[in-house]
């Protein structure tokens, strides 16, 4: 049972490549979120999906989008990285108002 | 404005030192505190979910409380091995009628042998 996959686990890019962030889920969860963890900021949400076929902004959406392509899959867009990306990105899922289940985490540095 | 702060950010303990840390919240419709457990290059895994205030959890050396103004994690003889990040996270209501996850920044928690 592998949970909540994120591909790649590293990434490097330059200030303005853009890239894609992916997350699969095979709890047959209905939520599935983007987290970034920076140093002394914690965990803060970019986006979420309550359900298939919705999407919402979260606390730092700016610079992100997000398509939740079906029940199992929420990727994660980068259209023009900044330095100011650089971090740790998380994916999470949970059904309802259950615990999250996360992923290991994508580490992305931008130059 | 909802907030969750953990103390203290930094932890150290010999190994078989108890300690408690802390989890203070201040949000409107309490629905949920969650604790967390974070190794180095991973995601954090999921330890109990408290829901009311006198409510506590228990495993292995772990014991969650909970009072309608803050949690606690208590780590009785703690051994190297629980060295990690704990997380703090409550989901709280909001005036708009849904609901978002608000988590605390950490405590990090180094248990020497």
């Known amino acids: 049972n592998a949970g909540v996959t994120q591909t790649p686990k590293f990434q490097v890019l330059k200030t303005g490549q853009s890239m894609t962030l992916q997350c699969a889920q095979d709890?047959?969860?209905?939520?599935m979120y983007w987290y970034r963890q920076d140093p002394g900021m914690g965990l803060r949400l970019i986006y979420y999906?309550?359900?298939?076929?919705?999407?919402d902004k979260g606390e730092v959406p700016n610079g992100y989008n997000v398509s939740r392509l079906n029940k199992r899959e929420f990727s994660l867009r980068l259209e023009s990285a900044a330095p100011s990306q650089t971090s740790v990105y998380f994916c999470?899922?949970?059904?309802?108002?259950?615990?999250?289940?996360f992923g290991n985490g994508t580490r992305l540095t931008v130059t | 404005e909802d907030q969750v702060t953990q103390s203290p950010e930094a932890l150290r303990l010999q190994e078989g030192e108890s300690s408690s840390l802390n989890c203070s919240y201040t949000?409107?419709?309490?629905?949920?505190l969650f604790w967390y457990r974070q190794d180095p290059g991973k995601g954090p895994e999921f330890l109990f979910t408290?829901?009311?205030a006198g409510e506590e959890k228990e495993k292995e050396r772990l014991k969650a409380t909970l009072t309608k103004k803050e949690s606690f994690l208590h780590i009785t003889a703690p051994k190297p091995e629980d060295s990690a990040t704990y997380l703090c996270?409550?989901?709280?209501?909001?005036?708009?009628?849904?609901?978002?996850?608000?988590f605390g920044k950490g405590t990090k928690l180094t248990v020497n042998p």
């Open positions: 709890m047959n969860h209905n939520s």
């Open positions: 996270a409550v989901q709280a209501r909001t005036q708009g009628g849904s609901e978002k996850l608000v």
């Open positions: 949000v409107s419709g309490l629905r949920g």
């Open positions: 999470a899922s949970r059904l309802s108002n259950s615990p999250l289940h």
């Open positions: 999906s309550a359900s298939e076929g919705t999407t």
């Open positions: 408290l829901y009311s």
